[in-house]
Each structure stands twice: as C-alpha cells, then as structure tokens.
C-alpha cells in the first residue's frame, strides 16, 4: 500500500513558488488594458501617463484588486464542504446498492439466455433489497439519496478504480465494492476533502479503511476523473453519465412538500390553526415562483380542497413533525392527490372502487377519506411481496382507513370480470408504472409515496434502450388499462401516469378504448369515451391551457409540481348522429361529455373561490 506523501505527489517534494501577481498589459494606461468607460475614467488616465505618482498608485491599486481575486478564488477552492452521510448511512446505502447491482445483473442475465424474450426484464424483488432500519425519515432519505446517486454515476467511477488500479492496490476492498462506491461518491462530492465524524458518531472499522484508501489515492482518482471530462468536454460530472441515464435523471431537483389533511382524525381548520400557532405563515394565493414561497409557509391547493402546499424551507420540518408522524396530515405528490379527486365524483352512494398498483396504499387511503360518508370501499388489487404488503397495511392502519378497504393479492389482468367480490364496483383507477420521467425528485416521491426502491434500478439502467422500454411500458399499460375496461359493471375509469411519454399516455388511452369497444360492440354495451375530468380550473387556467389538453389533464414538470396524465373515461350512450355515423363506417363523432349537451350546445358552471371565477372544463373543449 503507498504510503500517503506518494499519492499527493512524493516525500519531500518542494512546491512551486507562487507567481507573483500580473502585470499591466503593454501599452495600457488601465487595469486589464480596457478603454475608460467614463470621462473621469479618461481624465486619470491621462494624468497618470505624465504624474509618476498617480502611475504608480494606479499599478498597486491594480495589484490589490489581482490579490483579492486570487484570495476569493483560493478560498472557493479550499472552501469546506460538509458532510451530510455517517458510516450508519453509508452502510445502508451500501446495502441497497449491492440489491439494486443484484437486480441489474439478474436483468443482464435473462436479457442472454437463449429465447429469452426482448422485454424480459425482472424487478429489483425483496430478496435483493433488505429489510432496512432508519432513525426516522431524514436518515432515510439521505440513505436513499446516496444510493441513487452511486448507482447513476456507477460506470464513471468503475473506470477510475480500474484506470487507477485500485482494487490491486488494495484487493482486501473487493469483497465491499459497494461500499467503496458509496464512500467514492460521498468523498468525490466533496472535493475529496476529509470527512469529519459527527457527534457520538459509532466508526466501523472498514469503513474507516476504505476511507483512508480514498484519501491516499485522492490524487490518482481526481486527475483520472479529470482526464475524462477533459476528454468528453463535459462541464461537470454529470454529462459523463450514459445518455440514457442522463436523459431520465436530469430534472432532479427539489420542490415544495403536498399534504393531504386526514379529515377522518382532524378538520382542515383545526389543522390551519395549530401550523399557524407553530409559526407557520398562511398564505392567502399561491405564489407565482418558488423564489416567492419561502421560509415556514403554506397555501391550500387550488385544485385539491384538502390539499395544503408547503414551502421548500419547510421539507425538513415535515418529515419528523407529530402531526404527520400520526397521520394527520399525509404527504403526498400532487399527482396523486389529482388522481383521487377525479375518481370519487365516478362513484354514487354505496359503490366500490377497485385500484391498480397501489403503491405504498396512500392514494387508496386519500380515496377512502373522500369516500367515507358515501358508504363506499376501496379494493386494492395488489401483487406486493411480504415486506411491501405489511407496509401498506401498517399505513391504512396509521391513517384509520382500514375498513372502508379490502385488499386482494393477486395479478389484476387474470382477474374475472363476473368476479362476484366486485359485484358493487363501479369505478376503477389505474395508477400505471410507468417511466416516472415526469418526477422533479425521485428519491423524495420514493420516500413520501412509500414506493419500491426498484424505481431506482430502472433510473439508473445504463444497459436499457429507451424505445425498449417505452415499447415494454405500453404494452403493461395497455393490458392493465383494457382488463379495467372490460370489468362489466364498471361506468367509470381513470387513468394515471407519471410521464410526459405520449407512448405512456394518449396512445395508451387510445389503443385501449379503440379494442374494448370494437370486442364489446357485438354485445350492445355502451362505448368507452374519454370525457373531461372535474376539477376546480381557474379561468386563467383554462384560457392558457395549464394543466389542461383536450379532455385530459397534463400538468409537465415545474419547479413548483410534478407533472403528471390523467384520463377519466365512461360508459356513455350513442347518440342518433353517432350511431348513424358509425353504421356509415365513418366511426362515431367526438362527443363532448360534461362540455357539450346534445344539441352541441356550451354548458357552463360557475363557482365562486379565493381565486375568483371558475368554469367547468368542457367550457374549453368546443370543437377539439
């Protein structure tokens, strides 16, 4: 092993001496041999060329000015970056890595096998990803947040511990390459600086040895990793990365925190007073940027009733406050929470829903509150392993929901469409799993939503072609979305995605009502239509087409939201000019359910809020 006065350039080495400060350049009578910009400019200048003395005060001014450059440029340099990771985080994070690294090869592998099929791509499964423990949800999110971005940079750092013979240096290290990878990112971060232990930080030996590896060969990674940005041009670490990985991984950044209230534990107003009695500032309209939204404030959603919008400052207070640690208040993406309020007016009193990949359960549980007074229940269909299965079981307990839901573990798509359990169905949500292209902040929509950590083997796939994928996602979605369709009691569908792919969302949506209805049509049942979802658009909304495309709901990413696709279908009657046209074979016409009445004539509503007038969103769809 080299000693560490080798890695940082040999024993006794003397360092160069400092260069001493620029001179003016030839022929200039100003810093930098720029022209005055102003008389008085023009006027010392001048002067200075016949008075020595205001020549000379000029050449040390300027030097001043090149020394207080070079001081705040060393301190930028030399400046000390924090360490946010202890050797408990990085032990996890190693655990989840080896899983994860698991998972991709078995991909790998079945991707070789001869007949093996072109989608064939098995999931990150629990057996390879453990059963973690967290001291709460902070260390849990950095815990996250270091293995994503190990296995996103994977590849670079594989090629610098293999240009600087790292593993032959130290071949004792090999057996923790995962934990090599999550130190090497921690201290690359970090300009590869020495970590400081925290407080009653507990040390683990190879850890601490894998430490003082980094820190005797920091020289050799950092010119190896050097070298090739040099080489690819590349401005920053980042665009070394697979463009694929790149491509899917690029938009993370944070944003502020949603919440739905539990309106089963606590009213929405109680819950304003007590934020606003811990300091908490209300605000009365939503800020147009997030630069407006900061410090302890919130608003209530504009879309979503329950739903109260915190500011960036106030995601670490969240995540260990009483009031969502006891489920009073539920964080959640807005997507989801979008999802929810379209579903529950699908339904009457004293029916069902069933939903479709159901997450860690707190979308179901968002549906459950809404739908408590009607006497309805949630069916989750579900294909969860053990450990996910408990954890969505323990959030339905936390919230108090569990028995307006039943849960049936088996494969949605060999469900029977007669199946006598869903005899009061009505509705039907499809949450779809799709590429998640459309999340800010995957690590924060993993840990709110209560996801599975295989959505972070299918970010970080360097070896996945995108069109592959896109082609494997349709088809799961078009299977999930017309099975829904062809449950015979249900009136109502809706459609989720996270994804800004038309290949995932309108041509999903499309190819699956084009198929039920042709299959149904001998049978005489009404056709599937896509129809506009009901939700509270400002007229300003409506009128600059945000959040809104035709009948569907599109919100693309922002700094303020995730974006997301919604499509709310339903069972509707032909009327005489559509069943004529069809019967001519020139198929039925766009009808505009909620927007146009059957003379095609605009309905309108109006209602009243803190944001002024509203109108329905088939006010907007005339014609399209």
């Known amino acids: 092993m080299p000693p560490v006065s080798e890695a940082i350039g040999g024993p006794g080495k003397k360092q160069p001496p400092s260069q001493p400060p620029p001179q003016l350049q030839a022929g200039s009578n100003v810093p930098g041999g720029q022209d005055p910009e102003s008389s008085d400019d023009v006027a010392v200048a001048t002067m200075s060329v016949s008075n020595p003395i205001i020549k000379k005060r000029s050449v040390r001014k300027t030097k ?17 970056e924090p360490c946010l990771h202890s050797h408990r985080v990085f032990e996890r994070a190693a655990k989840i890595f080896d899983g994860l690294s698991k998972a991709r090869l078995q991909h790998i592998q079945a991707k070789l096998k001869p007949g093996a099929k072109k989608d064939a791509h098995p999931a990150a499964s629990e057996s390879t990803i453990p059963n973690l423990d ?3 949800p902070s260390e849990k999110k950095l815990t996250f947040e270091l293995a994503f971005a190990s296995m996103k940079y994977q590849s670079v750092f594989d090629e610098m511990l293999e240009d600087t013979a790292f593993f032959s240096l130290y071949p004792q290290l090999r057996d923790v390459e995962p934990l090599v990878m999550v130190v090497l990112w921690d201290y690359q971060s970090r300009k590869f600086q020495m970590r400081v232990p925290f407080e009653d930080e507990v040390l683990a030996k190879d850890i601490s040895g894998i ?72 605000l009365w309209f939503p800020p147009k940027s997030v630069a407006e939204f900061k410090e302890k404030s919130f608003f209530l959603d504009p879309h979503c009733s329950d739903v109260v919008v915190f500011s960036l400052d106030c995601n670490t207070v969240l995540q260990d406050h009483p009031l969502v640690e006891r489920g009073y208040l539920v964080r959640q993406d807005k997507s989801s ?67 307006f839901v039943k849960v049936f573990r088996e ?58 994928k896109l082609e494997r996602l349709q088809a799961d979605h078009v299977n999930s979305l017309r099975h829904a369709l062809k449950l015979h009691r249900v009136q109502g569908v809706a459609y989720l995605t ?30 599937w239509k896509v129809i506009p979802p009901v939700l509270p658009y400002s007229a300003e909304e409506i009128d600059e087409q945000i959040g809104i495309d035709g009948k569907y709901v599109r919100f693309l990413p922002t700094a303020m939201m995730n974006g997301c696709f919604i499509t709310c279908m339903a069972r509707e009657p032909e009327t005489q000019s559509e069943a004529f046209a069809r019967a001519k074979g020139r198929g039925p016409k766009t009808s505009q359910i909620g927007g146009l009445n059957e003379e095609g004539e605009e309905l309108h509503t109006e209602e009243s809020g803190h944001h002024g007038r509203r109108k329905s969103l088939g006010n907007k769809n005339k014609g399209k």
Not at 411 to 422: K, N, Q
Not at 500 to 520: C, G, L, P
Request: net charge negative; glycine share 4%.
């Open 64 to 80: 001043m000015d090149q020394y207080s450059t070079d001081k705040s440029a060393t301190a930028d340099f030399f400046k000390k």
């Open 134 to 136: 967290f001291n709460g």
């Open 211 to 282: 430490e003082g590896a980094i820190m005797e060969q920091k020289t050799k990674l950092g010119a190896s990793l050097a070298r090739r940005r040099i080489k690819a041009a590349a401005p920053n670490i980042e665009f070394l990365l697979p463009d694929n990985v790149r491509k899917q991984t690029s938009n993370q950044r944070p944003m502020p925190c949603y919440a739905w209230v539990n309106t089963i534990k606590m009213h929405p107003s109680e819950l304003m007073q007590k934020l606003r009695e811990e300091g908490f500032t209300q």
């Open 337 to 403: 929470c979008l999802a929810a309020h379209s579903v529950t007016p699908l339904l009457g009193d004293d029916q069902d829903v069933i939903v479709v990949n159901p997450g860690g359960g707190l979308l179901p549980a968002h549906m459950a509150v809404l739908l408590r007074e009607r006497k309805s229940q949630v069916l989750i269909i579900s294909e969860h392993g053990d450990e996910d299965h408990n954890k969505m079981l323990s959030n339905l307990e936390l919230l108090g929901v569990s028995k």
């Open 411 to 468: 494969s949605f798509i060999s469900l029977d469409p007669d199946d006598l359990r869903l005899v009061r169905v009505r509705a039907a949500l499809v949450i779809a799993n799709c590429s998640k292209n459309a999340i800010n902040n995957i690590v924060n929509y993993i840990v709110t939503e209560g996801e599975n950590l295989k959505m972070l083997q299918d970010l970080t796939d360097a070896d996945d072609d995108l069109e592959e």
């Open 498 to 527: 996270r994804s800004t792919n038309d290949a995932e969302n309108d041509m999903v949506v499309q190819k699956s009502i084009e198929y039920v209805n042709m299959q149904q049509l001998p049978k005489r049942m009404p056709p």
